[in-house]
């Protein structure tokens, strides 16, 4: 999952940034208001975390105009505003959740994957195919009870098929989901990793449609 974070504190904005990848999501962390709804219309995006106090350009401006051009992607807004009155225009400008300042990062995390649930219609915690079962929370896999060792990486491509069974993944919808602007895969990186997911999960489990791209039969 690919995240967007807003916040212009280089502290927070660095330790937000450290914690939510090693929790497994790509992220790309933009400064003020101006970058963030700019990389909104350039980039594709699983969520935004969005600070209000922003230069350049307010946190409720960058939330109106995503909204305004119909970008339906989940937003949590982190913040230090506490009154009622920003929670309610928050929530009611068009934001998904709202935290205050300072966050536990487990919350955090817990959230996300919760507004993730959400935005794709499913209220389990638990993403499950045949005797395969991903737990987002616990960052584990089993196949048929038995635990599987996947790599960061390769859990992130399990979660994204798994969340898409039925539907044909692109590999630039793969990539942009899976790479932040800092990383910088090698051309047969996507194939390299699924390569090891059918070597541990088996052969059968992810479809290649050549030319087009990867898919989990329902």
């Known amino acids: 999952m690919r995240i967007l974070l807003v916040e212009d504190d280089p502290q927070l904005g ?26 909104l219309q350039s980039e594709t995006f699983d969520l935004l975390v969005l600070d209000l106090g922003l230069p350049r350009l307010s946190g409720m401006e960058v939330l109106r105009r995503a909204r305004g051009r119909r970008q339906t992607l989940p937003v949590l807004i982190l913040t230090a505003r506490d009154a009622t009155g920003d929670k309610v225009s928050g929530l009611d400008g068009g934001a998904d959740d709202y935290l205050v300042k300072p966050v536990d990062l487990d ?27 991903l737990d987002p929370a616990a960052h584990s896999v089993t196949l048929a009870g038995a635990p599987v060792e996947l790599s960061s990486r390769e859990f992130s491509l399990l979660q994204l098929l798994l969340e898409n069974v039925g539907r044909v993944l692109t590999r630039s919808h793969l990539e942009q989901s899976l790479y932040g602007w800092r990383d910088e895969p090698d051309s047969n990186a996507l194939e390299v990793h699924i390569h090891h997911l059918r070597k541990k999960l088996g052969s059968e489990l992810i479809r290649t449609l050549r030319g087009v791209g990867y898919t989990i039969p329902r």
């Open 14 to 39: 660095d330790g937000l940034t450290i914690g939510l990848r090693q929790a497994g999501f790509a992220v790309d962390w933009v400064k003020d208001g101006n970058s963030a709804d700019h990389a």
């Open 107 to 133: 919350e955090l995390a817990a959230r996300i994957r919760a507004l993730t649930r959400r935005s794709a219609g499913r209220a389990a915690p638990l993403l499950t195919h045949g005797d395969l079962t």
